[in-house]
Nanobody
Framework: QVQLEESGGGLVQPGGSLRLSCAVSGIIFSREAMGWYRQAPGKQREVVARIISGGNTDYADSVKGRFTISVDNAKNTVFLQMNSLKPEDTAVYYC???????????????WGQGTQVTVSP
């Protein structure tokens, strides 16, 4: 049973920083992608940053240069360092892992429960 647990959210002033963590437990077979998504009130969930198998990263245009995704394989943890935060970054942030399970290597997606990030004076 794979479980993802996010932490590190909170209230921060504009221009501030937060570091989100996503602790992964259970067996991940292929780890095709690991990423962070967010959903603001009244809006659809959107991708923020991803690490794709092979190590390539991609970011939403709105966070490029401000957010950095990283993985500590020894600790099975995915991080999102968020700098220069803006009010429009306010959302619930979710961790996601795209995997494939044997024997047929069926695609599966695992989600965390989310952590609230609020950017406000």
């Amino acid at each position: 049973q794979v479980q993802l647990e996010e932490s590190g959210g909170g209230l921060v002033q504009p221009g501030g920083s937060l570091r989100l963590s996503c602790a992964v437990s259970g067996i991940i077979f292929s780890r095709e992608a690991m990423g962070w998504y967010r959903q603001a009130p009244g809006k659809q969930r959107e991708v923020v940053a991803r690490i794709i198998s092979g190590g390539n990263t991609d970011y939403a245009d709105s966070v490029k240069g401000r957010f950095t995704i990283s993985v500590d394989n020894a600790k099975n943890t995915v991080f999102l360092q968020m700098n220069s935060l803006k009010p429009e970054d306010t959302a619930v942030y979710y961790c996601k892992i795209d995997d494939r399970t044997p024997p047929l290597w069926t695609p599966v997606a695992y989600w965390g429960q989310g952590t609230q990030v609020t950017v406000s004076p």
